[in-house]
């Protein structure tokens, strides 16, 4: 089925489940706990990517709280305000109930029809083994996030596609990990292996560590700052962490490879460099120490609008407490284009400080060896997720969703097919919504498994209820961190509704395939058992800790003077890279002017709050009373020119006339006259999401200025302009 209409869910007309109207009042209300019997279950959190293992308690089987695991690095026993928040998605009166499937009427306008699972999971088995049949099974795509997705790409690869692409890569950390694979030969992972507990100094640039609320980095930056550390903020905007730093650089937004530059200069102009660590270890010093003689402090001021003598100072700070001065990495890294090269200049300033692999610096990460469940090995795919980019890209080491997208529009697309899971690609990935109509014309089909009834819903055939993580098991975490452990999810509830878990839909699909090979469990439970067994554990000993820890088997930190080959090339820190000189790239980062707004508009920088994970918690009813709209920062200079007033709502219109919903004004100093900054994961418009459809603008569509990194594919988004618009009356 192609030219698909877009389906708004709340056009559906029929009996039970999600078709019903339901009151909104939050989540379900229960008596006070103390009176009956308490049940602790371990899980692992799904709010956002950061996973902290924590503990649901139930009482007479009803919802009670969830709290911290005391033995989890990732939370240190604590929670944020999402993870305590959980419950809300397992309660919420929006979720999808049953399976869906796309129909056209007599009148020939498209909706959907509610399902049983046996007939949906049919479907969409015929479809794939007709694209596997006609095209062959490489040609089936996998757009997902979340730690669910395991069990699908487990499916893909059992089926024969291994083209699978997350936005976390292209649109959040990709720059970040390719720029320090380029430079140490290992990326930093999730959680980042940033040693802030035992920093001196820590410089954030771009990176709102308190208002990401990612919890064990807030942990280990509150504890820095109680050790006194030296706190440098460099922000257009004063964030959280700039109201605590010694430093805050107001920078112009844009110019952050002219003042990494700026302060390599000063570093290597005054000999305060780490030279016995970049002897021992790196390679490209003195073309690195040429390069920089052209951003001397004074000609980067012209460019960031910080005074030389700040500039000096900063440098000066960091290599005053080196190594244990860590600059930042950061987390959502795509912004102009260039942004593996500022990754990389980030990678290369750490290098010269002799962080990586020191004490309050970088660590070493270090996960538990967990033995796979013996299966068979997976066919060999005619082609993977490279053929999408068509040769561009080079150092994209995983898939790129915008090309993925790119690569399923027309008669002749590589790929027939999807699988989404767990992602919203409407207000995930920017500037890409024509791109998606025309793909979603194109695809034989497109499959969504999600627990809500967000955007992309409205584009596939099937629409597929998974159960929320307080259902269902997954694959045990082990996650590289300090210290090697492993955390259990587990269900603390029974599915509700028709919902189910993802273990459970992928095997059922497997086994509808022809995979059952792939899938020999009846319960996805024998293979956590078994694995843990491998490991001096079982199933029942998780059920009741939660979390193990294990000892780690290498140092985490280099030992003085200790003999070290990186995963480069040359086995050194490659300050220069040959990578990028014999791929035509430049070997060292070259700072490029930003475009300048047009008359009349600002930049538009975003972000996020501490109550939300972008769009995916913004219908949780526990967490929409806490931050129901995301606000628009205006400086007071912008408010009185534009005639506005704090709490005053406008739309934003960008260059090419785009109009977004209603945004309320917040008139303040905290951010700099040439931008505005907003929230991203608003202006939801599936009117399913009944607490927030139409609540707050949504930064996404307006974003159709992308800057694409040609080393590896991200999508800058921070190229892009708005005006201000009265609302009338």
């Not at 989540?27 to 799904?46: E, I, K, M, Y």
């Not at 430093?247 to 016995?276: H, S």
């Not at 970049?278 to 960031?304: K, M, N, S």
């Not at 300033?349 to 020191?358: I, K, P, Q, V």
């Amino acid at each position: 089925m192609n030219r698909r209409e877009f389906i708004k869910l709340s056009g559906l007309m029929g009996a039970g489940g999600v078709l019903s109207p339901l009151l909104l009042g939050g989540c379900t209300a229960h008596p006070l706990p103390g009176s009956g019997q308490v049940v602790r279950t371990p899980t692992f959190c799904d709010m956002c990517f950061w996973k902290c293992a924590g503990f649901v308690h139930t009482e007479n089987d009803r919802p009670w709280k969830i709290t911290g695991n005391a033995h989890d690095l990732h939370s240190q026993g604590r929670l944020c305000t999402r993870g305590s928040g959980g419950l809300g998605s397992y309660e919420d009166p929006d979720r999808l109930r049953k399976p869906l499937l796309r129909v056209t009427g007599a009148d020939g306008r498209q909706t959907f029809r509610e399902a049983e699972w046996d007939e949906a999971l049919g479907f969409i088995a015929d479809r794939m083994k007709a694209i596997a049949n006609d095209y062959g099974p490489d040609r089936m795509a996998m757009l997902n996030h979340g730690y669910g997705a395991r069990h699908f790409k487990h499916l893909m690869r059992a089926y024969g596609s291994a083209s699978f692409a997350e936005p976390a890569f292209a649109q959040c950390r990709g720059p970040r990990d390719v720029g320090f694979r380029l430079t140490f030969g290992e990326g930093l992972g999730s959680p980042e292996r940033t040693d802030m507990e035992h920093s001196r100094c820590i410089v954030l640039i771009g990176s709102h560590i308190g208002e990401n609320l990612h919890n064990g980095q807030v942990q280990t930056l509150a504890q820095a700052l109680r050790n006194d550390v030296s706190l440098i903020t460099v922000d257009p905007r004063f964030s959280v962490p700039a109201g605590k730093s010694k430093y805050w650089l107001p920078i112009r937004p844009g110019t952050d490879i002219a003042l990494l530059l700026g302060w390599m200069y000063v570093l290597i102009d005054e000999q305060l460099y780490d030279r016995d660590y970049i002897e021992r270890y790196a390679t490209g010093f003195d073309e690195l120490a040429a390069h920089v003689r052209r951003y001397a402090p004074e000609w980067v001021y012209l460019e960031t609008g910080i005074e030389p003598d700040l500039i000096r100072a900063t440098a000066r700070e960091m290599a005053s407490h080196a190594p244990a001065t860590l600059v930042h990495p950061g987390r959502h890294t795509t912004w102009y284009g260039d942004d593996t090269q500022r990754s990389r200049a980030i990678a290369i300033l750490n290098a010269l400080l002799g962080s990586w692999g020191r004490k309050g610096g970088l660590y070493i990460k270090e996960n538990v060896r967990l033995p796979r469940y013996p299966l068979p090995a997976y066919p060999q795919p005619r082609s993977d997720f490279r053929a999408a980019n068509k040769g561009r890209y080079p150092f994209a080491y995983e898939g790129v969703t915008n090309a993925i997208i790119e690569a399923s529009i027309g008669e002749d697309a590589h790929y027939r097919g999807w699988l989404v899971y767990g992602t919203n690609l409407p207000s995930t990935i920017p500037g890409i919504r024509p791109q998606l109509k025309a793909a979603m014309d194109s695809l034989d089909l497109v499959v969504v498994v999600d627990t809500m009834p967000s955007e992309i819903t409205g584009y596939a055939d099937v629409v597929l209820p998974e159960c929320t993580y307080l259902e269902r098991y997954d694959d045990l975490r082990n996650a590289g961190e300090r210290e090697p452990a492993l955390a259990l999810r587990m269900p603390a509830f029974e599915p509700r509704h028709d919902s189910k878990p993802g273990w459970w839909i992928a095997r059922q699909l497997g086994r509808r395939l022809g995979l059952e090979r792939y899938f020999p469990w009846q319960d996805y439970s024998e293979v956590l058992d078994w694995q843990l067994k491998q490991v001096g554990s079982s199933l029942e000993e998780m059920q009741r800790i939660g979390v193990k820890p294990f000892p780690r088997t290498r140092p985490k930190y280099f030992a003085e003077g200790q003999p070290v080959r990186f995963r480069t090339p040359s086995g050194r820190i490659e300050l220069h890279s040959q990578q990028l000189a014999d791929a035509g790239f430049d070997p060292l980062p070259v700072y490029t002017r930003p475009e300048a707004p047009p008359a009349g508009f600002y930049r538009l920088n975003y972000g996020r709050m501490p109550a939300h994970t972008f769009g995916k918690t913004t219908n949780n009813p526990l967490l929409f009373q806490l931050a129901p709209e995301n606000t628009l920062w205006v400086n007071p200079l912008v408010a009185r020119e534009q005639g506005l007033a704090n709490g005053e709502y406008v739309r934003l219109q960008n260059p090419d006339g785009i109009v977004s919903n209603r945004v309320r004004v917040r008139v303040t100093e905290r951010i700099r006259p040439d931008s505005v900054f907003m929230a991203h994961g608003f202006g939801h418009r599936s009117r399913r999401l009944r607490l927030t459809y139409g609540i707050g603008a949504d930064d996404s569509e307006l974003m159709t200025n992308v800057r694409v990194d040609p080393l590896m594919g991200g999508t800058g988004m921070r190229a892009n302009f708005v005006t201000l618009v009265k609302e009338a009356g």
